[in-house]
């Protein structure tokens, strides 16, 4: 077992993921609103009218809705791997009425910011909430523990999928869930990496890693995990992201080259799923 809590040393954070979650602060930047750090999903927002700041942490909320739609977390014990500032750990309390939350994330700062953003839930119901730094490839939490794990825009800055499956499998319970929502390539052909690296500085700086979801669910299914599923989400992802970005970011710059990426077939934007027999 890797993830006995008594063993746990802090984990180590690679500097890509170090700088833009520590010093840079990625949820200050204004792109990203209300405290999330995703692209958002923009099935419910009128992508034909002006957006508002409204619509933006609607689509961030709905993200992880759709997670927490297929975690199905309702009365279980539950983890989010990579929580961040931990407001969908707060959504996910308020709306899908699990017994517990636990919020994990690598960076000590992020999980400084979660305990700040939740300070009033965290005094009120401390039986209910908790965040732990811990790394997805390491979780610091027994076998079994939980009913369902999730995570939402964290998968790609994870090094090993195959030590975070492994993890996943280890610390639910029979029959307990996992969702992840992330990007990935669209398969393995070669050359999607380089292609990346050429239009999204988050892939050439190294704090994004291009590998296809088809590495994921493989990881998954050998770790023992069955009913593993993949679906694409990147037509309710990207175009409201690019629209959202085109406020701020002209054509042409590199945040605009996501759009490409998935018109290009390179980059898609996944949920993926599975169920620990
Ligand atoms: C893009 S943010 C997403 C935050 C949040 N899920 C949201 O949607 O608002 C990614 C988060 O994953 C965390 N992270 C990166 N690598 C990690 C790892 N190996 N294990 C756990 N957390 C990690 C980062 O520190 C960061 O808080």
Redesign the pocket.
């Known amino acids: 077992m890797t993830g006995d809590p008594r063993q746990q040393s802090a984990?180590v954070?690679?500097p890509s993921?170090w700088e833009?979650?520590g010093p840079a602060d990625?949820?200050a930047v204004p792109v990203?609103s209300g405290?999330?750090?995703?692209f958002g999903y923009w099935g419910s927002v009128d992508l034909g009218s002006p957006l508002s700041e409204g619509d933006r942490v609607r689509s961030?909320q709905d993200?992880?809705r759709q997670v927490l739609d297929a975690a199905a977390p309702g009365g279980g014990r539950a983890v989010?791997?990579?929580?961040?500032?931990g407001?969908?750990c707060a959504l996910a309390l308020e709306e899908y009425r699990p017994e517990a939350i636990t919020g994990?994330?690598?960076?000590p700062q992020?999980l400084q910011r979660a305990r700040l953003a939740n300070a009033p839930l965290l005094e009120a119901r401390p039986d209910r909430l908790r965040f732990v730094l811990?790394?997805?490839?390491s979780l610091p939490f027994g076998d079994g523990e939980f009913d369902c794990l999730y995570?939402?825009?964290?998968a790609q800055?994870?090094?090993d999928l195959s030590a975070?499956a492994r993890e996943a499998a280890r610390v639910l319970r029979p029959g307990g869930r996992v969702a992840v929502a992330s990007f990935f390539t669209v398969d393995g052909a070669p050359g999607h990496a380089d292609r990346l690296a050429g239009l999204l500085d988050s892939f050439a700086s190294g704090l994004d890693i291009a590998r296809p979801a088809s590495r994921l669910t493989d990881a998954l299914a050998g770790a023992g995990l069955v009913d593993v599923r993949t679906r694409s989400i990147g037509p309710q992802v990207w175009p409201g992201w690019d629209r959202w970005l085109s406020r701020l970011w002209e054509p042409g710059t590199w945040p605009r080259n996501f759009l490409a990426a998935w018109e290009q077939r390179i980059l898609d934007y996944y949920l993926i799923t599975a169920t620990r027999p």
């Open positions: 984990p954070v690679r993921v833009t979650y990625l949820s990203f405290g999330f750090i995703n961030e993200l992880y989010e791997v990579g929580c961040g500032l407001l969908g994990v994330d690598i960076h992020q811990g790394a997805a490839e995570s939402v825009e964290a800055h994870f090094p975070f």
